[in-house]
């Protein structure tokens, strides 16, 4: 074995146990702020992996689109917000078996891909043509349909998000476009013409 693929696989492991113990320390600590920066910690140590895959692109996009943009929004949401943490922790038992049992399929299925070589688009791209170009060749042909799959599912997301937060319809001063370009001098301005008064000598004084 080469020093290249020693250090390779030493870089490998050393992140690969940061990413599991940060991924844990996710969901244990109590502090949502240090929770958020955890779960940027995690992937950071993703992001790495990623680049010992040789997915460049993926690596760099993890960090731009979720650690510098989608992670910091988190960081500001949970700081904003005043969390019960008492009322949180009042059905934790209760939903304890299904989260157990969601676990557990969650990394049979993973098991399950990884056993079986189905987690294979990195493989399959090609460093001549360049990662984008072999992401997008393979996303749009093999796997077009969970890609699709996913906007979908994300597009739910998004629904229900808005869903959750709407609360109805409120009495709001609103902007209308319209209603501006069409108003003229003659709508907004009044001229009102009014004789000059000339004060007198006690009125000066």
């Not at 020693?6 to 991924?23: E, M, P």
């Amino acid at each position: 074995m080469n020093p290249y693929e020693l250090l390779s696989q030493l870089v490998f492991y050393v992140f690969a146990a940061l990413t599991l113990l940060s991924a844990t320390a996710v969901i244990t600590v109590r502090n949502s702020v240090r929770a958020v920066l955890f779960l940027v910690l995690t992937f950071f140590c993703s992001a790495v992996l990623w680049m010992l895959l040789q997915a460049e692109f993926l690596a760099l996009s993890l960090i731009v689109v979720y650690v510098g943009a989608v992670m910091v929004l988190f960081l500001f949401v949970v700081m904003m917000l005043d969390v019960e943490y008492a009322a949180l922790k009042q059905g934790f038992t209760r939903y304890l078996p299904l989260g157990v049992l969601a676990a557990v399929m969650m990394f049979g299925l993973i098991w399950w891909m990884v056993k079986d070589n189905e987690f294979a688009v990195v493989t399959q791209i090609n460093p001549d043509v360049g990662t984008v170009a072999s992401l997008g060749s393979i996303i749009y042909t093999d796997h077009f349909y969970p890609f699709e799959l996913a906007a979908v599912v994300l597009l739910i997301a998004i629904i229900a998000a808005i869903s959750l937060t709407f609360r109805g319809t409120r009495m709001r001063k609103t902007q209308d476009v319209g209603r501006q370009l069409l108003a003229n001098k003659e709508d907004r301005l009044r001229i009102v013409k009014m004789p000059a008064v000339k004060k007198t000598e006690g009125e000066q004084a």
